[in-house]
C-alpha cells in the first residue's frame, strides 16, 4: 500500500512550542503547513522545562494572539537575586536596561499555541512513528511517518524544518561534509523538584556557594520550582525530601536565605551541554531551536532562543514563497546565529560563573566570588547580565 500523500507548503518536524510557534505564524500569514510530533499532546504537556520568557517572547505571544494567561496568570519579574559571598545582590533589570521577564512556564507556552492551532484548524498530528525526511534538497523535500492509527502516511512540500529537538533526525541528514558541530560538555547537572510550598522570595535567587550552585524559581503562588547542582549520574531515589531540603537550605543558607518547605511532588536530574550545528539550512530542509542548539538551562535562554529562530525563519519562508525564491532563506543562518552565539555565551558564562567545578579549588571558588562582585558591583556589569537575561532586541 502507498503512504497517503498530503502536500502542504511548509513541513514541519516537532510539535513543540518551535514546530508550533512556526506553523502559527505562518497560518497568519495565510501559509498552510503540517507539523508531525512523535509524543502524544499529553506528554509534551507534562515534559517540564524552563519557566522565563523573555519580553520579545512575550511580545511575540502578544502580537500573536495568544497571550491571554501569559499576560494573566504570568508573574512579571523586573529582576534577579544574584547570591554569593553570604548576601543576596539584587540585579534590577528596569532600571539597568527598561525590561522584565515573564516567570511562564514552557508547558503552558505549548498548550497555548496547541490551544490556538486547535482553534484555528491546524494540521498537528501528534502520537507519530517512524519518521524519515526524504529529498531535502529537492524542491519537493518530504516527511513520511506512521500515524497514531498505524497508517503509513508522506507530506511532500516546499520547505521542511526541523523543529524537533535536541534528538533532532532532521539534522542528520545534513551531510557531514556540509555541517560543522560544535559541543562543550559540563561536569555536573541540575537535579530539579516541584514542591508544594509558597514563593521563598519574591524573585528568582541565583545561589553560589562552597556546596555547590542552586536556583530558586518559581510557579504559583503554592507550588515551586527549584534546583541544585548535581553529579550528572545522580540517583533521584537515593533523595528524601528530608534530604534535599537540607541540602537546598545549606546552600542558600550560606548566603542568608531560608526556603519554605512543602511536599516535593516531582524530581528529575538534568543533563546539560552546549551544541551548535551550523549552517541551520541545507537545501530545502531549515532547523529551529533545540535542533540546531542546545544551551546549559542557567538563565533559560532554550525556550527564548527557539521562539525567535522561528519568528525569524516565518518572515523569511514569507518572503521565500510570495517572492517564489527559495534563495531568499540564506540569510536565515547568520541572522539567527546571531543571537545563538550571543546566548551560548551568556549561559555557558552563567553556568560557569555560578556552579562549582569539578574538583574546585579553594582559589576556583575565591575567583568565582570575585568575577561575581565585579557583575553586581559595576553598572558596566550588572547592564550586561540584563540585557542579556531580559534577551536581546532583534538586530534587523
Ligand atoms: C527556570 C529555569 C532556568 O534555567 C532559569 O535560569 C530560570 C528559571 C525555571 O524552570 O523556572
Redesign the pocket.
Same mark, same amino acid.
Given at each position: 500500500m502507498p503512504p497517503d500523500l498530503t502536500r502542504t507548503r511548509v513541513g514541519i518536524v516537532g510539535g513543540g512550542p518551535a514546530g508550533l510557534m512556526l506553523s502559527h505564524l505562518l497560518a497568519r500569514a495565510g501559509i498552510d503547513s503540517v507539523v508531525v510530533e512523535l509524543r502524544t499532546r499529553e506528554e509534551v504537556e507534562h515534559t517540564h522545562r =524552563?519557566?522565563?520568557l523573555e519580553q520579545d517572547s512575550v511580545r511575540l505571544l502578544d502580537e500573536t494572539g495568544v497571550s491571554d494567561r501569559v499576560l494573566r496568570d504570568g508573574y512579571r519579574h523586573e529582576g534577579i537575586d544574584l547570591a554569593f559571598g553570604g548576601a543576596g545582590h539584587r540585579i534590577d533589570f528596569e532600571a539597568l536596561v527598561g525590561a522584565s521577564v515573564q516567570l511562564y512556564p514552557q508547558t503552558d507556552v505549548f498548550i497555548d499555541l496547541a490551544d490556538a492551532r486547535d482553534r484555528d484548524g491546524g494540521d498537528v498530528r501528534y502520537d507519530v512513528n517512524e519518521v524519515g525526511v526524504v529529498d531535502v534538497t529537492s524542491d519537493q523535500p518530504g516527511v513520511l511517518f506512521t500515524d497514531s492509527a498505524g497508517e503509513r502516511q508522506e507530506v511532500r512540500c516546499d520547505y521542511l524544518v526541523g523543529a524537533d529537538g535536541s534528538r533532532s533526525i532532521c539534522r542528520d541528514s545534513f551531510p557531514e561534509s556540509q555541517r560543522r558541530q560544535f559541543f562543550r560538555e559540563y561536569p555536573f547537572a541540575w537535579f530539579g523538584i516541584l514542591c508544594e510550598a509558597p514563593p521563598s522570595a519574591p524573585e #528568582?535567587i541565583y545561589n553560589h556557594s562552597e556546596r555547590g550552585f542552586a #536556583?530558586i524559581?518559581q510557579r504559583t503562588e503554592t507550588l515551586q520550582?527549584m534546583y541544585f547542582q548535581c553529579d550528572p549520574h545522580e540517583d533521584v531515589d537515593d533523595w528524601s525530601d528530608d534530604r534535599i531540603w537540607e541540602e537546598l537550605q545549606t546552600r542558600v543558607g550560606a548566603n542568608g536565605y531560608t526556603l519554605q518547605e512543602g511536599p516535593i511532588t516531582s524530581r528529575t536530574v538534568l543533563p546539560f551541554r552546549s551544541f551548535v550545528q551550523e549552517p541551520m539550512r541545507h537545501g530545502n530542509l531549515l532547523l529551529a531551536g533545540d535542533a540546531a542548539h542546545t544551551v546549559p538551562?542557567?538563565? =533559560?535562554k532554550g525556550l527564548n532562543l527557539a521562539l525567535a529562530d522561528v519568528r525569524v525563519l516565518a518572515e523569511e519562508l514569507e518572503r521565500a514563497i510570495s517572492k517564489k525564491d527559495g534563495s531568499l532563506l540564506d540569510s536565515y543562518t547568520e541572522r539567527a546565529l546571531d543571537r545563538v552565539w550571543k546566548a551560548q555565551h551568556f549561559s555557558y558564562w552563567m553556568t560557569t560563573m555560578l556552579h562549582r567545578p569539578a574538583e574546585a579549588s579553594p582559589f576556583d571558588l575565591r575567583r568565582q566570588v570575585g568575577e561575581l562582585s565585579s557583575v553586581v558591583s559595576s553598572t558596566a556589569g550588572s547592564t550586561y547580565l540584563a540585557e542579556a537575561y531580559t534577551g536581546w532586541p532583534d538586530r534587523d
Open positions: =524552563a519557566g522565563i #528568582l #536556583l524559581s520550582r538551562p542557567t538563565g =533559560a
